[in-house]
Nanobody, 119 residues
């Protein structure tokens, strides 16, 4: 079983940047990895994902052009670079790793890290 732990959340002003990192306790080289977020009073929403090779990345429309997802299979880590942050990006961010033939809800989820963007 793989455990994943997020780091890098915090408080930033609008227009600023943050980099979230997710570290896995074991190999995730064959897993699809991604980031979700949950804002107060809202459901969890998809933010970004990247294939196990790192060759295919997906981003939600709300973050395209501002966020970038990357992974390092040698280190069992993956990151979310967030630029041009907006107050509406405020949320708890979760990283997740899942087998390519499974669904996100069956993946290995972190505990979440808070990102707060002030206007």
């Amino acid at each position: 079983q793989v455990q994943v732990v997020e780091s890098g959340g915090g408080f930033v002003q609008a227009g600023g940047s943050l980099r979230l990192s997710c570290a896995a306790s074991g190999s995730i080289s064959t897993y699809v990895v991604g980031w979700f977020r949950q804002a107060p009073g809202k459901g969890r929403e998809f933010v970004a994902s990247v294939s196990w090779t790192g060759g295919t990345a997906r981003l939600s429309d709300s973050v395209k052009g501002r966020f970038t997802i990357s992974r390092d299979n040698a280190k069992n880590t993956f990151d979310l670079q967030m630029n041009s942050l907006k107050p509406e990006d405020t949320a708890v961010y979760y990283c997740v790793a899942v087998n390519a033939d499974s669904t996100w809800n069956r993946g290995y989820w972190g505990q979440g890290t808070q990102v707060t963007v002030s206007s």
